[in-house]
């Protein structure tokens, strides 16, 4: 199993990045995926989630107006596109799969979100 991130990097306040998670391994579309992020010294914490047919997404409330999730099936691939990003947003961004009635998680490497004032 491997789930790999991209697209994470040093961006301006107000700038956009799209994350990408490239998933192997697994059933993809069995799985519901979520990005969860961790900032220096705070506890990871959840970012969004998307079904596995991709009809249902969740998201934190401090960044629902500026973040959209998306998966590909076809490409194994959950995205993340964050708008408006705010230096408070600097954190290390990670990807998890979990289908939940199996009791199966895993989690990718994480990428590096990194806003500037």
């Known amino acids: 199993v491997q789930l790999v991130e991209s697209g994470g990097g040093l961006v301006q306040a107000g700038g956009s990045l799209r994350l990408s998670c490239a998933a192997s391994?697994?059933?993809?579309?069995?799985?519901?995926m979520s990005w969860y992020r961790q900032a220096p010294g705070k506890e990871r914490e959840f970012v969004a989630s998307i079904s596995g047919t991709g009809r249902s997404a969740n998201y934190i409330d401090s960044m629902k107006d500026r973040v959209t999730i998306s998966r590909d099936n076809g490409k194994n691939t959950v995205y993340l596109q964050m708008n408006s990003l705010k230096p408070e947003d600097t954190a290390v961004y990670y990807c998890?799969?979990?289908?939940?009635?199996?009791?199966?998680?895993?989690w990718g490497q994480g990428t590096q979100v990194t806003v500037s004032s």
């Open positions: 391994g697994f059933t993809f579309s069995s799985y519901s």
């Open positions: 998890n799969a979990a289908w939940v009635v199996v009791g199966r998680s895993y």
